[in-house]
């Protein structure tokens, strides 16, 4: 088991990874990691530059062109592209509904996953652990990962939430949103397996404290008390 704790959080959209896995890491001592933020700051940049999402191809040409810099502090995380913030920018619809098929570029998923790979590995090399949130996490971005959570939860449960975090917008309604959510869902289908060593919580039921509460638990069994400060 390696020395280092890596706590991989892996599950659909509208489970709630984000907040539990910020508020663990907050409570751990540890770095947060935002996987999805990544997909979504290079879906904005194509957006931006009017490059045609749905064409794998042009995609595919334009991956490698921005520049990415990820925080991984759970207290503000933060992302840029080619020096510009977009933490905010991210969060719309429009990346939402578009990002599955930018992440379904295999030149996308393979520079990124190497990304995410690399800031792991310069967080363990430097003390410190991480709990990295997304989709293939368990599986490929860190299968060595001593912690593995499958969070999941009603396909109500996670429109209500979404809808919720965009309450700005009039037409994101629970119906919209669980609609949306469904295509989704289908498209992420390849990229948000379950690892065979991870265990599934259930968060339709849950509050936030009482999951960030059993993936601590989790971390204990797994990882030992050292890490539970």
């Not at 999805?36 to 040409?61: F, K």
């Not at 990346?95 to 800031?119: E, F, G, K, T, Y």
């Not at 430097?126 to 396909?155: C, H, M, N, W, Y």
Request: aromatic letters at 4%.
């Amino acid at each position: 088991m390696t020395d280092c704790l890596i706590i991989a959080v892996d599950g659909p959209a509208g489970s709630g990874k984000s907040t539990a896995a910020r508020g663990v890491a907050t409570n751990l001592g540890l770095r947060y990691l935002d996987t999805g933020a990544m997909y979504r700051a290079l879906t904005w940049w194509m957006l931006h530059r009017g490059i045609a999402v749905t064409c794998a191809e042009a995609v595919a040409e334009q991956a490698s062109q921005p520049v990415l810099e990820v925080g991984t502090d759970p207290a503000q995380p933060w992302i840029t592209v080619d020096g510009a913030d977009v933490t905010g920018l991210i969060r719309t619809r429009q990346v939402s509904n578009s990002v599955s098929a930018v992440a379904a570029v295999p030149a996308v998923r393979a520079r990124l996953v190497a990304m995410q790979q690399a800031i792991i590995a310069q967080t363990c090399a430097g003390g410190s652990g991480i709990v990295a949130e997304g989709r293939d996490i368990g599986t490929v971005v860190a299968p060595e990962a001593p912690v593995k959570v499958f969070l999941t939860a009603s396909e109500t449960a996670r429109a209500e939430r979404r809808s919720a975090d965009l309450a700005a917008d009039p037409a994101a309604t629970p119906a919209v949103t669980q609609a949306e959510q469904q295509r989704r869902d289908r498209a992420d289908a390849p990229q948000t397996a379950k690892a065979a060593d991870a265990v599934q919580i259930d968060s339709t039921t849950l509050d936030l404290a009482g999951v960030i509460s059993a993936i601590m638990d989790l971390a204990q069994q797994r990882a030992g008390a050292a890490w539970t400060r």
